[in-house]
């Protein structure tokens, strides 16, 4: 069974940047399609970024031209760079994965398709 731990998170002000690490327990970036999730309180889990087998990327409209997912096959690693943070990115992030891809790159941005999931990492924007 493959686990994924998060980490990276923490308090910053707005304006400021984080990078997120995920790694992973076994070989998966290269095959496996991963994906970060943030969940704020009271608010439904929302897909952030996702990142094919292939490099191809998705990002949810919110956080385009800010956040970058990446990943390191050799390290088993997946990354999510955040840039230019707001108040309104606060919430708990989630490393997700599954060794199915979602057809033609749709539904990445749902909870629902991922059957592994990390713990959690929090990161806090104040104003």
């Known amino acids: 069974q493959v686990q994924l731990v998060e980490s990276g998170g923490g308090s910053v002000q707005a304006g400021g940047s984080l990078r997120l690490s995920c790694a992973a327990s076994?070989?998966?970036?290269?095959?496996?399609?991963m994906a970060w999730f943030r969940q704020a309180p009271g608010k439904e889990r929302e897909g952030v970024a996702g990142?094919?087998?292939?490099?191809?990327?998705s990002y949810a409209d919110s956080v385009k031209g800010r956040f970058t997912i990446s990943k390191d096959n050799a390290k088993n690693t997946l990354y999510l760079q955040m840039n230019s943070l707001k108040p309104e990115d606060t919430a708990m992030y989630y490393c997700?994965?599954?060794?199915?891809?979602?057809?033609?790159?749709?539904?990445?941005?749902?909870?629902?398709?991922?059957?592994?999931w990390g713990q959690g990492t929090q990161v806090t924007v104040s104003s």
């Open positions: 990142i094919g087998s292939d490099g191809s990327t």
């Open positions: 076994k070989y998966t970036s290269g095959t496996y399609y």
């Open positions: 997700a994965a599954d060794p199915l891809h979602p057809p033609f790159g749709r539904n990445w941005h749902l909870p629902d398709w991922y059957s592994i």
